[in-house]
Nanobody, 122 residues
Framework: QVQLVESGGGWVQAGGSLRLSCAASGRTFSSYTMGWFRQAPGKEREFVAGTSWSGGTTYYADSVKGRFTISRDNAKNTLYLQMNSLNPEDTAVYYC???????????????WGQGTQVTVSS
């Protein structure tokens, strides 16, 4: 089992950047596929980015490709999401999530953090 705690959210103007972190407890962080999701008001939660256990494979939603970068530091039990060129459509609560699956669908993620709010103003 793994516990996840996000941080780094906040308010930023359009065009700005933020870096989210997700600290994981436990000694098996490196065995989990990790992902970032987000949920905007009135919308369903959506996948943003994911990374394999090693960090060697990453994948992104089309809406964030070229702007967001997911990475992980297994020695620090931490997942990151670097977000650049933010726009108001990126406003949402961002969640990190973990799964044992090596090729997960969104519903395969079964460990979730509490979320961190990102607000982008125009």
């Amino acid at each position: 089992q793994v516990q996840l705690v996000e941080s780094g959210g906040g308010w930023v103007q359009a065009g700005g950047s933020l870096r989210l972190s997700c600290a994981a407890s436990g000694r098996t962080f490196s065995s989990y596929t990790m992902g970032w999701f987000r949920q905007a008001p009135g919308k369903e939660r959506e996948f943003v980015a994911g990374t394999s256990w090693s960090g060697g494979t990453t994948y992104y939603a089309d809406s964030v490709k070229g702007r967001f970068t997911i990475s992980r530091d297994n020695a620090k039990n931490t997942l990151y999401l670097q977000m650049n060129s933010l726009n108001p459509e990126d406003t949402a609560v961002y969640y990190c999530a973990a799964t044992r699956s090596t090729a997960p669908r969104s519903y395969d993620y079964n460990y979730w953090g509490q979320g961190t709010q990102v607000t982008v103003s125009s």
